[in-house]
C-alpha cells in the first residue's frame, strides 16, 4: 500500500473508489482495514465469487459494461452502477430492482474520448434522454456521471476531456440539482491529479494503488 496514503492526500475529501479487478482477497483486506468501503469490479462473474469472501459492509461498484443477461445476478450485491449506458439497461435494471425491492444508485456513463472505439458510454445527448426516461423508473437513483479519460500522454487533452465532462455534470446539476445529481466519477491511476482538479468528486483506482504487488 505504498501508494495509497499519497492518494488519500492528493484527493482530500473526495471519494476513492477501489478498483480490485483481478485483485484477491488478500490483496483488497489491507484498504478495507484503512477504512475504504469502495470497491469496483467491471465483471458480474468476478464479483460474485468476491462478495461472499468480503465483510457485508463493503460499497460494491459495477464500473465494466453491463450486459442486461448480468443485471439480476448482480444486482443484489451492488449499491452503485457506474456504467449505466442505454435506456434499454435501466429498464431491465428497473425490473430487477422492483422484482427484490431494492432503489438502486446508477451514474450516467459519458463518452467523451471518441477516438477511444472500445469504450462504451453515451453521448451527452444521449445522457439526457436516459436521465429523463429513468425520472419515470421509481428504483433508479440517477445521482451522477461516469466518464473515462482518453488513452493518451497528452495532458493536455486529458484536461480537456475532463474539462468537459465538468461542464456537463454541471448542466445535469443546474437542471436536476445538486442534492440529485452530486457525483462524476472521474479520474484513474494515470490521470487523477488531473481529474481532481477539474472537478471529479470520485475517482476510481486499482493499478496505481496495487502496484507493489505487480
Known amino acids: 500500500m505504498k501508494h495509497y496514503e499519497e492518494v488519500k492526500k492528493n484527493i482530500g475529501s473526495l471519494d476513492l473508489c ?11 483486506m489491507p484498504f478495507y482495514e484503512a477504512g475504504e468501503r469502495r470497491f469496483a469490479e467491471s465483471r458480474a462473474q468476478e464479483l460474485l465469487a468476491k462478495v461472499h469472501e468480503m465483510p457485508s459492509d463493503v460499497q460494491w461498484q459495477f464500473i465494466g459494461h453491463l450486459q442486461r443477461n448480468k443485471v439480476r445476478s448482480v444486482l443484489p450485491y451492488v449499491s452503485c ?4 449506458d442505454s435506456a434499454e439497461l435501466a429498464r431491465v435494471i428497473e425490473k430487477e430492482a422492483a422484482r427484490i425491492d431494492k432503489t438502486i444508485d446508477c451514474l450516467l456513463e ?6 477511444d472505439e472500445n469504450k462504451t458510454g453515451m453521448s451527452s445527448e444521449e445522457a439526457q434522454q436516459v436521465m429523463k426516461e429513468c425520472a419515470a423508473l421509481p428504483h433508479i437513483n ?6 473515462m479519460g482518453p488513452h493518451t500522454d497528452d495532458e493536455d487533452e486529458i484536461r480537456r476531456i475532463f474539462m468537459q465532462a465538468h461542464d456537463i455534470f454541471l448542466a445535469f446539476q443546474n437542471q436536476y440539482g445538486t442534492e440529485q445529481f452530486h457525483t462524476l466519477s472521474m479520474g484513474m491511476s494515470d490521470d487523477y491529479r488531473i481529474a ?3 472537478g471529479s468528486t470520485m475517482v476510481r483506482i486499482g493499478t496505481y494503488l496495487f502496484e507493489e504487488d505487480e
Open 110 to 115: 459519458i463518452r467523451l474520448a471518441l477516438q
Open 18 to 28: 477501489v478498483v480490485s479487478k483481478r485483485r484477491t482477497i488478500e490483496q483488497m
Open 142 to 147: 440517477v445521482c451522477g456521471m461516469m466518464v
Open 196 to 198: 481532481v482538479s477539474c
Open 81 to 84: 452502477i457506474q456504467s449505466l
